[in-house]
């Protein structure tokens, strides 16, 4: 009787690159702060966009309906030779009832020596499961982040957006993986994708109030203007998530203050109807420095006295 490979197959010598995360720490949606508010400073802020996109990584899958490469795929409950004479049948491209390949399922649970033998196996890297996502997505989803890499190294088109309109690096920002988002920058995601919401990555972080990424990516020269599809910046974003930090954070970088919404709103006048007395400062200090100085005009009597009488 042969073995059953352990759940996870064997450790190939590249595994865990990124030093991994807890997997699920950050998928509950009650963990993501704009999703349950905090009194009068979130209120409504993240309603304007559907954050079902990010409620549900993982793969609800039963054994019962999957063919036995997708099993593997899933569980890894085969030998390596068995699979190896599974992937030599014209099914490998196969995919099950929610359109799942068994590339998508093998990124999606980290099973990373099965995706080694698909990629050397030239399976399609491009097919959509049921919502669109590709086998990549998934990887960076579920923050398999070594699945993502090996995907990434044969040729994998990082921007391919799925229904929700999110490309790989949205989820990379969401999951506030530094790391796998600098690495899909570095093959050559488009850092100003927007998903149906209008939300590029920048103005998905700062409306999840997730201040390392808005850093990351301010660093990496996100467009600080870029509007969602209410016409809001990132600052109006961070005012009304009552983000302080991040609002001050934006200001350092110049950004434009009198910029309206489809509403005709600022992020002040956010600020005033939510009664955020820090944030109202800091705009009004950011206004005042911005100001021209004229005082060194105004100081001379003689240019005063001048002017009244012309």
Known sequence: MVAEVSPKLAASPMKKPFGFRGKMGKWCCCCFPCCRGSGKNNMGAWRDHDDSAFTEPRYHVRREDLGKLHRAAWWGEVPRADLIVMLRGPGINKRDKKKRTALHLACANGNSEVVSLLLDRQCQLHV?????????????????????????????DPNLPDMYGNTALHYAVYNE???????????????????????????????????????????????????????????????????????????????????QDVFGQTAEDYAVSSHHSIICQLLSDYKENQMPNNSSGNSNPESDSRTRHK
């Open 128 to 156: 959509f499961d049921s919502k669109k996502r590709t086998a990549l997505i998934k990887a960076v989803q579920c923050q398999e982040d070594e699945c993502a890499l090996m995907l990434l190294q044969h040729g994998t």
């Open 177 to 259: 993986d530094k790391l796998m988002a600098k690495t899909l920058l570095l093959y050559g995601a488009d850092i100003e994708s927007k998903n149906k919401g209008g939300l590029t990555p920048l103005l998905l972080a700062v409306h999840g109030q997730k201040q390392r990424m808005v850093k990351f990516l301010i660093k990496k020269k996100a467009n600080l203007n870029a509007l969602d599809r209410f016409g809001r910046t990132a600052l109006i974003l961070a005012v009304r998530c009552g983000s302080a930090s991040i609002v001050s954070l934006l200001l350092q970088q110049n950004i434009d203050v009198f910029s």
